[in-house]
């Protein structure tokens, strides 16, 4: 923990395409954190569990910085972007006394809890986001946003739908 007592935040994702529910949760994580560490999904990482495209990971990597940049400047929290691996990243470290999830993903928190315990490590504090809807008044995907349905900011491209497209 530093000094405001706020300790070091992780954020973990694949973040593609970026879109406003994720700017909503990385700004909690700067919100709520003295050092923010992002854990971005390595290329295989990313590519083993989704069917639609996902860019490569120095892309990705050039999308998210300037966003974290902006947050980085105007929360004044320095923050840090790894490659994670698996689902622990680097949230099982003891450098790390908390992670900002969404609601869609919390339960990951548990597993990422009894890995930590079994290091010895006290559970991390959860901040947990509501999920963003966009104006159609369906959760924002990256999904929906691949398909076209929505643009990053959750506007509507093209005729309602019904279909959450899940994902993230």
């Known amino acids: 923990m530093n000094d405001s007592g706020k300790g070091n935040i992780c954020i973990g994702?694949?973040?593609w395409p970026l879109h406003q529910g994720h700017r909503t949760l990385l700004e909690a994580a700067f919100k709520n954190g003295?050092?923010?560490?992002?854990?971005?999904t390595t290329d295989e990482m990313a590519g083993s569990y989704r069917s639609r495209y996902v860019a490569p990971m120095v892309e990705r990597t050039r999308s998210l910085v300037p966003v974290l940049d902006e947050l980085s400047q105007r929360y004044s929290v320095g923050y840090v972007v790894e490659p994670i691996m698996d689902r622990y990243g680097f949230a099982?470290?003891?450098?790390?006394?908390?992670?900002?999830?969404s609601r869609e993903t919390e339960s990951t928190v548990d597993v990422i809890d009894?890995?930590?315990?079994r290091s010895g490590l006290p559970p991390l504090k959860r901040i947990v986001v509501d999920m963003v809807k966009d104006d159609q008044g369906h959760v924002i995907s990256s999904t929906r946003v691949h398909l076209g349905k929505v643009d990053e900011k959750g506007r509507a491209l093209s005729k309602p739908d019904s279909v959450d497209g899940g994902g993230r």
């Open 34 to 40: 003295d050092h923010v560490g992002v854990g971005l």
């Open 114 to 117: 009894e890995e930590r315990a």
């Open 13 to 15: 994702g694949t973040f």
């Open 92 to 101: 099982v470290s003891p450098e790390y006394t908390a992670i900002a999830v």
